[in-house]
């Protein structure tokens, strides 16, 4: 694989895109997990989504990243699928902690993953990795934007 400017210039472009995917994707996470925890979780639209993306790939370093792991993502595939479990759950779960940000939303962003995962099937026509891909996207986007309350205000722990 050979990353330049404008790989990671044509992976904003497609992240952008999944909009459609991956917004409802984020909004049915948000909920569910509002219900579990008993809180009303604010939704995405895809103008908020859109921006958190151009905010991620702003950011050179970052966006570098995100894009190699989002392209590794959607061509991996591995024969029988099973023995790839873990290298799609692991780039999956990376994915979706660099977007989420710095801890502890990065730790939620991973942990989030595998709840996003568990919700989100691709079809045999994609690379395993594909569907992953989509679990990282709303994963980390979700954990990065606003809309749950204990974000909304400072911390009471800072000195």
């Not at 991956?22 to 639209?45: C, E, K, Y």
């Not at 905010?55 to 991996?76: I, K, P």
């Amino acid at each position: 694989m050979r990353v330049t400017p404008d790989t990671v210039r044509a992976e904003h472009e497609w992240v952008r895109e999944r909009a459609p995917t991956v917004v409802p994707l984020i909004n049915d996470v948000r909920a569910d997990l509002g219900d579990l925890f008993g809180t009303d979780v604010g939704q995405v639209s895809s103008k908020q989504y859109h921006d958190a993306v151009d905010d991620v790939f702003a950011d050179g370093d970052l966006a570098l990243n995100v894009a190699a792991l989002a392209a590794l993502l959607r061509e991996l595939d591995v024969e029988g699928d099973y023995p790839g479990f873990i290298i799609d759950e692991l780039l999956g779960r990376e994915l979706a902690g660099m977007i989420a940000g710095t801890q502890p939303l990065r730790l939620l962003g991973e942990a989030t993953f595998h709840y996003a995962d568990v919700h989100t099937h691709g079809d045999a026509t994609e690379a395993a990795g594909a569907d992953d891909l989509d679990a990282a996207l709303a994963a980390g986007f979700q954990t990065r934007l606003p809309g749950w309350d204990w974000t909304a205000s400072e911390s009471p722990f800072s000195v």
